[in-house]
């Protein structure tokens, strides 16, 4: 799908891998709706970039509803839709203070996967609704796992759960909508600096990168944004994730 002809949802759009995703796409001529919590960063970055932005909570059905007939209108269409809206999370299944809380267990779930899929179904519905392109193309869905989804860190057992749920889910979503010309794909990042890694500190950001095979640095999240436009434009990947990660491969 070309990217001039492209009317892309970005959720998790006010931050990180999904603003930069944003900037990318609006910069090669793509229309942008931006979906976020944070409604003053993503008012602020839509502002900046040409784009559109809907506050919408990705768990919740009626606000992902809203936000898609929002994009609808504002863009006349929607071809893609780019899920980046995540939380990162840490607790032990057994620590100091006990067993792992079942709440934030659900609620990592709640925001990394099933927000994810409430949006992939919601967008993937309007998608349908397209004229196909030349290549018989209606929509194409990127979404955002993490490498986690295969070798999850200690304190990782909800983060690593929602990511590989979301890896599990490209290939059985493509069958589902292969019928109506609609794609989805999953890009794995692997340590990228974003406002979710930056709080660390550089110590402890040196000492990840020193895992990474080459170039020995974080992943710049215009890296990203420059697969997930690859992924849209490219008509013959689909099913798949693809790791995006400088070779690393955590413990
Ligand atoms: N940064 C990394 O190294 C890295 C590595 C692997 C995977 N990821 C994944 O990439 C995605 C983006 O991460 P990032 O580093 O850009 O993080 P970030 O914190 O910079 O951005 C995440 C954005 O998601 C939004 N968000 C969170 N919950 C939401 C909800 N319920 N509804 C709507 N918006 C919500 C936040 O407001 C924020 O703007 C996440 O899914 C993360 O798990 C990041």
Do not use: W
């Not at 502002?47 to 932005?53: C, L, R, Y």
């Not at 934030?104 to 993937?124: E, H, M, Q, Y």
């Not at 759960?161 to 589902?176: E, F």
């Amino acid at each position: 799908m070309k990217l001039s002809e492209t009317a892309a949802i970005v959720t998790g759009g006010a931050s990180g891998l999904g603003a930069a995703t944003a900037r990318f796409l609006t910069a090669a001529g793509a229309q942008v709706m931006l979906f976020d919590r944070d409604a003053a960063g993503g008012a602020a970055l839509a502002g900046e970039i040409g784009a559109g932005f809907v506050p919408v909570d990705v768990t919740d059905e009626g606000s992902v509803i809203a936000g898609v007939q929002a994009a609808r209108a504002s863009m006349g269409k929607i071809t893609a839709l780019v899920n980046c809206a995540g939380i990162a999370t840490g607790e032990k299944t057994v620590g100091r203070e006990g067993p792992h809380g079942l709440d934030s267990f659900k609620r990592t779930i709640d925001i990394n996967l099933v927000g994810s899929f409430n949006c992939l179904r919601l967008a993937a519905a309007e998608m349908a609704q397209n004229a196909p392109n030349d290549d018989g193309e209606r929509g194409v869905v990127v979404n955002t796992a993490s490498v986690a989804a295969f070798e999850g860190q200690k304190g990782q057992t909800a983060y690593a759960a929602s990511k590989a749920g979301i890896a599990g889910l490209s290939l059985p979503a493509a069958r589902d909508l292969a019928s109506q010309g609609i794609r989805v794909n999953a890009i794995a990042p692997g340590l990228f600096l974003t406002p979710m890694l930056e709080g660390l500190g550089e110590e402890i950001i040196a000492g990840l990168s020193a895992d990474v095979v080459f170039p020995k640095r974080l992943g710049r999240p215009a890296e990203f944004a420059a697969l997930a436009a690859h992924l849209i434009e490219n008509a013959y990947l689909n099913g798949t994730t693809i790791r995006l990660d400088g070779g690393l491969r955590m413990p």
